[in-house]
Nanobody, 115 residues
Framework: QVQLVESGGGSVQPGGSLRLSCAASGVRFALELMSWYRQAPGKERDLVARITRDGRTGYADSVKGRFTISRDIDKNTVDLQMNSLKPEDTAVYYC?????????WGQGTQVTISS
């Protein structure tokens, strides 16, 4: 059973930066895809960024140029560097990975952008 543990959430002012990290354990198969999603109060969970096993990345339009996703295949970790944060980035951020066509989710970490 794959388990994901996120860290790095918190509260910062607009324009600030945060780095989220996610570590996967119990991995028995290659992780084809590692992603970050977020869910704001009263809204659906949306994809923020994803990275494939061969390093291809994709981002939501709202975070392009501000967020960067990266992964360490050997350590089964995925990070999300978030810069130039805006109040609308406030949400619970979830790590998600795909292994053998099955999605696994972390418990989420709160990110709050407020002055």
């Amino acid at each position: 059973q794959v388990q994901l543990v996120e860290s790095g959430g918190g509260s910062v002012q607009p324009g600030g930066s945060l780095r989220l990290s996610c570590a996967a354990s119990g991995v028995r198969f290659a992780l084809e895809l590692m992603s970050w999603y977020r869910q704001a109060p009263g809204k659906e969970r949306d994809l923020v960024a994803r990275i494939t096993r061969d390093g291809r990345t994709g981002y939501a339009d709202s975070v392009k140029g501000r967020f960067t996703i990266s992964r360490d295949i050997d350590k089964n970790t995925v990070d999300l560097q978030m810069n130039s944060l805006k109040p609308e980035d406030t949400a619970v951020y979830y790590c998600a990975v795909v292994a053998r066509f099955v999605y696994y989710w972390g418990q989420g970490t709160q990110v709050t952008i407020s002055s």
